[in-house]
């Protein structure tokens, strides 16, 4: 009796074993073995309320942090969040060196020839931030003035689009075309709405102008490579804001008005 339960213990081993061999091989690339606990997301944190360092300086925190941190929960994944130039996000998920982008990154029809985008999250609103001395009242006064905006960003595109390159100054990220706003070396700042609430609190002497340039919707970046881990995460998602996760996140970092 003792030997047949050995036995019959033996060969259930040795099945589990090859059931796993199996899941491995269909795992497809060894290296994403190692990885697959770990979802990593690229992202620029100056850009709060969605992303920016906590008071002490070294946890990136906001309503993207939080969202995929929900999502990664609910994927049984391990989330590691890589701060970079939010210029460089697009690439670093196309050559796979993060897995996702979070960044209040809007939906274009440009961005979606190079990555997928997942379900909308969010709506933004590009804005003016002026001095509150400033001679320039509505969209219609930025011809013949310098804009800052962050690099690469639907700012900065739609910008240069429509005032050229010349009108156009560059930052690497909205706290340094603020802090060039405060100098003097730019007239206003084009960028999303919640950051610039963000930085006209924090930043005396500025307003931002009543009028909207351009309303544009959020959703994060996955490689066109990676259709599997799209489909799990707008899965994850789309339970996250159906049962009211995601609008209870937006709602502890952005005040209803
Ligand atoms: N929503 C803007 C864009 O996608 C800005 C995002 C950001 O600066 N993080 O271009």
Redesign the pocket.
């Known amino acids: 009796m003792k030997k047949l339960f050995a036995l019959i213990l033996a060969i259930l081993m040795v099945a589990s074993l090859a059931a796993c061999s199996g899941d491995t091989e269909t795992e497809t690339a060894d290296t994403n073995d190692t990885t697959a606990e770990e979802l990593i997301m690229g992202t620029?944190a100056y850009?709060p309320p969605?992303e920016y360092y906590d008071a002490d300086g070294t946890t990136i925190v906001g309503i993207d942090a939080e969202i995929a941190q929900a999502v990664a929960d609910k994927l049984g994944m391990k989330l590691t969040i890589k701060d970079m130039d939010?210029d460089s996000l697009l690439t670093a998920v196309q050559t796979g060196s993060v897995d996702i982008v979070f960044?209040?990154?809007?939906v274009t029809e440009e961005r979606q020839q190079a990555v997928d985008f997942t379900v909308t999250y969010a709506t933004?609103i590009q804005v003016i931030i002026v001095p509150n001395d400033s001679d320039i009242a509505s969209v219609d006064d930025l011809a013949g003035k310098t804009i800052g905006v962050?690099a690469?960003?639907?700012?900065d595109i739609y910008c240069t689009g429509d005032y050229g390159q010349d009108s156009v100054k560059q930052f690497q990220n909205?706290a340094l075309a603020v802090a060039a706003l405060q100098n003097g070396q730019v007239d206003c700042v084009v960028i999303?709405n919640e950051p610039a609430k963000s930085f006209v609190e924090a930043n005396e002497g500025l307003k931002i102008l009543d009028t909207e340039y351009i309303t544009?919707d959020?959703a994060a970046a996955i490689s066109k490579d990676n259709a599997d881990l799209t489909t799990k995460v707008n899965n994850a998602m789309e339970e996250l804001k159906a049962d009211g996760t995601i609008d209870a996140i937006i709602a502890k970092y952005i005040k209803a008005e």
């Not at 960044?103 to 809007?106: D, E, K, N």
Request: charged share 10%.
């Open positions: 620029n850009f969605y939010f960044a209040g990154l809007t933004g962050q690469g960003t639907t700012g909205g999303d544009e959020y």
